[in-house]
C-alpha cells in the first residue's frame, strides 16, 4: 500500500461553482483573461474555446480526485491498449455527462450566445479509421461510468482520419488538421516522458556462471511525450485519463553527428523522430506492412508499458509479485501486440528475471480482442523487418514461438502440418511473424466481438488453439454508449423517454424496455414519431445546406453508413436503387413510398474498388435526383466526410438502417445498434451483432434476407458463378449493362464499368448477385410496412425498447467478469 501523503491543499479549494451565473463567469472570464478578447468581439470560435475552458475546469478538480482515490486504494486497473481512439467532439459530450448542458445552454443564451452554434465549431478528434476505434471511445466512457480504474493508451497523431472532399462525384482526401487552433481539453504532461529505443544491434554477455545476458544496443532513442484528455464518466463522478503519445527528438543520438559538423543531418534525425506520431494509417491494405506504422505500434507500447511499470513501482517498488494483480493490459485487436515481446524484454534484460517468471507474468497480464477473419486483414511483419528495428524482440518471439512448438508437439507429437499452421513464424522465402498467433499465445483470454463472430474465431480462425488451452477463448458481444448515442444526439427523443420511465436509463439501458408497453399507445406512437420527423428535418436542412439536395421528410429515410468496403456492400445497395430507378422508368405508375437513399463512407485511399464505388453512387445520384420522371420518388444523398459528428446529426434521423455485409465477414458492426436505439427498422443478412439484434427485437420488427454463413460456404464450396445470376435474372442483367452505358457519365461510356466487371469476371467475391434477389424482396416488405403508420410506429417504438443489451456498459461488465476481474472505485 502507498504511504498516506499529506497534500497541502484540500482539493475542495479548487472546486469551481457550477450554477449558470458561475458559469457565465468562468466563460467570460476565459475569454478575457486566456483568450484575450471580449464579449463583443468574440466570434463562435472563440466562444467554443471559452466556453471548453469553463467546462474544462470542472473536470480537472473531479480528474485530481479521481486519481487520488486510485492511488490511494492501490486498485487494479485495465490498460486499453489501441492504436486508435475515435473521440469525436469532447465539449458536448463532457456537459452531458457533468450534468451541465442546460445549465451551460442557459448561460450561453444570457450571453446572446447559441449553444448549437458554438458546438460546431469544434472539430471531431478523429484518432480512429472506424468501428474498432470508436468501440475504444465508448468503452472508455463506460469504464468511467462505471467507476473502474482504467486508462486507454494510444497514439497522439498529429493528424487523424483524412477529410473526405468529393470532387465531382470522387473521392478527394484532405488532411485532417484537429489541433490547429489547438484543443482546449488535452493536458501536456512533460514529467512523465519515456524514452524508445529503435535499430542497433544485440549483445550477447556470458556471466561467471554461464548465464547468458542480452543487451541491445539501439540506433536511435526518441522521447515519448503523453497528452492526457480526460474521460468524465456520466454523472461525473470518475474522471478517468486517455494518455496518447507524441514522439519527439531525443537529441542524444545526433551529438556525433552534429560534433562532425553534420548539422543538417541531425536534423534529419528530429524530423524522423517526429515523423512516428504525425499521421494515422488509413486502413489500407496498399499500407500494408509498412515500416513506419510498425514503429508507431512499438511506439506507443512501449511508452505505455513504461509508464505503467512507472505507476507500479511507485506503490511496489522491485517487487513484481504483485504486478499481475495490479495490471490487466487489453489488446485493441493485434496492432499493439508487440506489447507483449516488449514486456517480455523488460522484465528479462532490465529486470533480470528468469523467462518462466517473465513468462507467467505477461500471460497474466494481456488479453486479446479480435475484430475481423478476414485473412488480408490479419497483420503479419517481415521477420526482416523486426530484426532491423527491433533485434531484441525478434529473437524473444523465436523463443516464444520455439517454446511454444514444443507444447504443440506434446499435444500433437510428431504432427509438423500442425506445427506450421499454428507457428508464430509463417516459413517461405520471406519470413512472416504472425501477430494474430502471437496474441492469442501471449494472452490468458482472446475475444470476438459478438456471438457468430467468436464462434467462428473458435471454429474457423483458432481451432487447434481453442484444444490446446479450453476456455481460453471468449464472446464478448459490442456495445456503444447510449450517453453519446441517445441521450445526447438525440434530446428529444430522451426526453420524451425521461416522461415514460425512470430518467436513470443512460446508466441502466434494459430500462428501455419499460417503453415496449407503449408500443400501440397512439398518442405515444404519435409523440415518438413527431420527434422521428423533426431529427428528419432537421437532417433535410443539413442535406441542403452539405449539397444543394431538397430532400422531403415525409419520405423513408434508408440510411447505410460505415467505411466503404467491398464486403459491406455499399453496391448491393446501389444496385437495388439502380432497380427501382429501372422500374419507375418502365413504369411510371410502379407503386411505392417515397425515399430518401443516404450513404455515408470514406473509402481507403489506395482502395480502388471502393473509390469507384463512392464514384458510382454520386453519379446515379446525380442522374436520378434530376430524372423528373422519378417525381421525387427516389432522392440518393451522398454525405461528404462521414465522421463521428455527422453520424450524430443522421442516426437520429433514420428509418432505415442498412447493415447489408456478406454473412460471415463483419464481426459485429456498431452502427447497427446506434441505429436501431434510436428508432430505426434493420434491413440486414445474419452477420455480427444483427442476428442478436434480431434475437432482441424479434422478428416482426425487422428485416432479414440473404444467405446465412453456412449457405454461403456452401455455395463457395459448390463453385460461386456470378454469370449464373446475371444471365437468368433480367432486372440485374440490365442493371450491370447499364453501368457500361454512359447513361449516368454523359460523354463517359465506362466510367462505372469497373463494378460490373468486379461482379462478373472478378467473380464478385462477396456474393452481392447471389443476395441481390432476396434484398429487393425485404425491400418490397420495408415498402409494405411503411405504408401502415401505425404499424411502422410500433416497430421503431420496439427497436428502441429493446436495445438494451447493447449499451457497452454490458460489454464492459461482460469484459470485468470473465477477463479483467476488476472492482470499482469509490470516488468521494
Ligand atoms: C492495419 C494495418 C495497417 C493500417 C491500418 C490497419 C487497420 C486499421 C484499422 C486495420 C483495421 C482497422 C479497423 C478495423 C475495424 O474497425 N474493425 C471493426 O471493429 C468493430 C468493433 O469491434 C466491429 O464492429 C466491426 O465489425 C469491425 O469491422
Known amino acids: ?110 450571453l446572446g450566445v447559441s449553444l448549437t452554434d458554438v458546438m460546431e465549431e469544434e472539430p471531431d478528434m478523429a484518432l480512429g479509421n472506424g468501428g474498432l476505434g470508436r468501440l475504444a471511445a465508448c468503452f472508455l466512457d463506460s469504464l468511467a461510468t462505471m467507476n473502474l480504474p482504467a486508462i486507454g493508451y494510444g497514439l497522439h497523431y498529429e493528424h487523424g482520419l483524412f477529410r473526405q472532399e468529393i470532387q465531382d462525384g470522387a473521392q478527394i482526401e484532405r488532411p485532417d488538421s484537429w489541433r490547429d487552433y489547438g484543443n482546449p481539453f488535452e493536458i501536456c504532461r512533460p514529467e512523465s516522458i519515456q524514452e524508445v529505443a529503435l535499430y542497433g544491434y544485440v549483445e550477447t554477455k556470458y556471466g561467471e556462471n554461464g548465464d547468458i545476458q542480452k543487451e541491445w544496443h539501439p540506433g536511435l532513442i526518441i522521447k515519448g511525450l503523453p497528452w492526457d484528455i480526460p474521460v468524465v464518466g456520466y454523472g461525473g463522478t470518475t474522471v478517468n485519463v486517455l494518455r496518447l503519445w507524441e514522439s519527439q527528438a531525443s537529441g542524444y543520438f545526433n551529438w556525433d553527428v552534429f560534433n562532425a559538423g553534420g548539422y543538417v543531418d541531425a536534423q534529419r534525425e528530429n524530423v524522423q523522430a517526429e515523423t512516428i506520431s504525425k499521421v494515422l494509417y488509413p486502413n489500407d491494405e496498399t499500407e500494408a506492412g509498412k515500416e513506419l506504422r510498425l514503429i508507431q505500434q512499438y511506439f506507443f507500447c512501449s511508452c505505455s508499458l513504461k509508464d505503467i511499470i512507472r505507476r507500479y513501482k511507485r506503490a511496489h517498488g522491485d517487487d513484481w509479485s504483485r504486478f499481475v494483480d495490479q495490471v490487466a493490459i487489453q489488446l485493441n485487436d493485434t496492432h499493439p501486440a508487440i506489447a507483449i515481446p516488449e514486456l517480455m524484454r523488460i522484465l528479462l534484460d532490465r529486470a533480470s528475471l528468469t523467462w518462466d517468471q517473465a513468462w507467467s507474468i505477461c500471460t497474466q497480464v494481456f488479453a486479446y480482442t479480435n475484430h475481423t477473419l478476414l485473412p488480408e486483414a490479419l497483420e503479419k511483419w517481415p521477420a526482416r523487418m523486426l530484426e532491423k528495428i527491433l533485434p531484441r524482440h525478434l529473437e524473444i518471439i523465436y523463443e516464444i514461438n520455439h517454446r511454444f512448438l514444443q507444447e504443440v508437439e506434446n499435444m500433437w507429437p510428431g504432427d509438423n502440418d500442425k506445427k506450421r499452421k499454428l507457428s508464430i513464424i509463417e516459413e517461405g522465402n520471406d519470413k512472416m511473424v504472425r501477430m494474430g498467433n502471437l496474441s492469442v499465445i501471449g494472452s490468458f483470454a482472446v475475444n470476438g466481438v459478438a456471438e457468430i463472430h467468436s464462434r467462428l474465431v473458435k471454429e474457423n480462425l483458432f481451432p487447434e488453439f481453442e484444444a490446446m488451452w479450453p476456455g481460453k477463448l471468449t464472446n464478448v458481444t459490442n456495445g456503444i454508449t447510449p450517453r453519446r448515442w441517445l441521450k445526447a444526439c438525440n434530446p428529444a427523443l430522451s426526453k420524451l423517454i425521461d416522461s415514460k420511465i425512470d430518467n436513470d436509463w443512460p446508466r441502466h439501458l434494459s430500462k428501455l424496455d419499460g417503453l415496449s408497453k407503449f408500443a400501440d399507445n397512439a398518442k405515444f406512437q404519435k409523440e415518438f414519431m413527431a420527434i422521428k420527423r423533426a431529427n428528419k428535418v432537421a437532417l433535410a436542412e443539413e442535406v441542403k445546406a452539405l449539397t444543394g439536395i431538397e430532400i422531403n421528410p415525409d419520405a423513408l429515410f434508408d440510411i447505410q453508413i460505415k467505411r466503404l468496403h467491398e464486403y459491406k456492400r455499399q453496391h448491393l445497395n446501389l444496385l437495388h436503387i439502380m432497380a427501382l430507378y429501372r422500374r419507375i422508368l418502365e413504369n411510371p405508375n410502379y407503386e411505392m413510398q417515397p425515399r430518401v437513399f443516404l450513404f455515408g463512407a470514406k473509402a481507403a485511399p489506395g482502395y480502388k474498388l471502393a473509390k469507384d464505388i463512392i464514384f458510382a453512387i454520386n453519379k446515379v445520384a446525380d442522374r436520378i435526383n434530376n430524372d423528373p420522371r422519378v417525381n421525387d420518388k427516389i432522392k440518393v444523398v451522398f454525405l461528404p466526410n462521414y465522421r463521428v459528428s455527422l453520424a450524430e446529426k443522421m442516426i437520429p434521423a433514420a428509418d432505415l438502417s442498412e447493415q447489408i455485409s456478406t454473412a460471415g465477414k463483419e464481426a459485429s458492426g456498431t452502427g447497427n445498434m446506434k441505429l436501431a436505439l434510436n428508432g430505426a427498422l434493420t434491413i440486414g443478412t445474419l452477420d455480427g451483432a444483427n442476428i442478436e439484434i434480431a434475437e432482441e427485437v424479434g422478428d416482426e420488427n425487422i428485416f432479414i434476407f440473404g444467405l446465412t454463413v453456412e449457405e454461403v460456404n456452401a455455395l463457395k464450396a459448390k463453385g460461386y458463378n456470378p454469370y449464373d ?74 427497436n428502441t425498447a429493446k436495445m438494451g443489451k447493447f449499451t457497452s456498459d454490458r460489454s464492459i461488465q461482460d469484459y470485468v467478469d470473465r477477463v479483467w476481474k476488476l472492482r470499482s472505485c469509490h470516488v468521494e
Not at 480526485?65 to 486510485?70: D, P
Not at 451541465?100 to 450561453?108: P, Y
Not at 401502415?788 to 410500433?794: L, P, Q, V
Open 725 to 798: 445470376y446475371y444471365y437468368n435474372n433480367r432486372e440485374i442483367k440490365a442493371i450491370l449493362d447499364w453501368l457500361e452505358t454512359d447513361y449516368f457519365t454523359p460523354g463517359k461510356p465506362g466510367a462505372l464499368a469497373s463494378l460490373k466487371h468486379s461482379l462478373l469476371d472478378g467473380g464478385d467475391p462477396y456474393l452481392v448477385l447471389a443476395d441481390f434477389e432476396s434484398y429487393s424482396e425485404a425491400h418490397k416488405q420495408v415498402d409494405v410496412a411503411y405504408q401502415d403508420k401505425t404499424g411502422w410506429a410500433r416497430k421503431a417504438i420496439l
Open 1 to 110: 500500500m502507498p504511504s498516506t501523503k499529506t497534500t497541502s491543499q484540500s482539493a475542495s479549494l479548487f472546486e469551481l461553482p457550477v450554477d449558470k451565473d458561475g458559469l457565465k463567469q468562468a466563460i467570460l472570464r476565459h475569454l478575457h483573461c486566456t483568450l484575450g478578447t471580449d464579449e463583443n468581439k468574440a466570434n463562435n470560435h472563440a466562444w467554443w474555446k471559452a466556453t471548453s475552458a469553463a467546462i474544462q475546469e470542472q473536470v480537472m478538480a473531479r480528474l485530481s480526485k479521481t486519481q487520488k482515490s486510485h492511488y490511494m486504494n492501490d486498485t487494479r486497473a485495465v490498460h486499453y491498449f489501441s492504436a486508435e481512439f475515435l473521440m469525436g467532439r469532447l465539449m458536448s459530450n463532457n456537459m452531458h455527462n457533468l450534468g451541465l448542458f442546460e445549465t451551460t445552454s442557459q448561460a450561453l443564451q444570457e
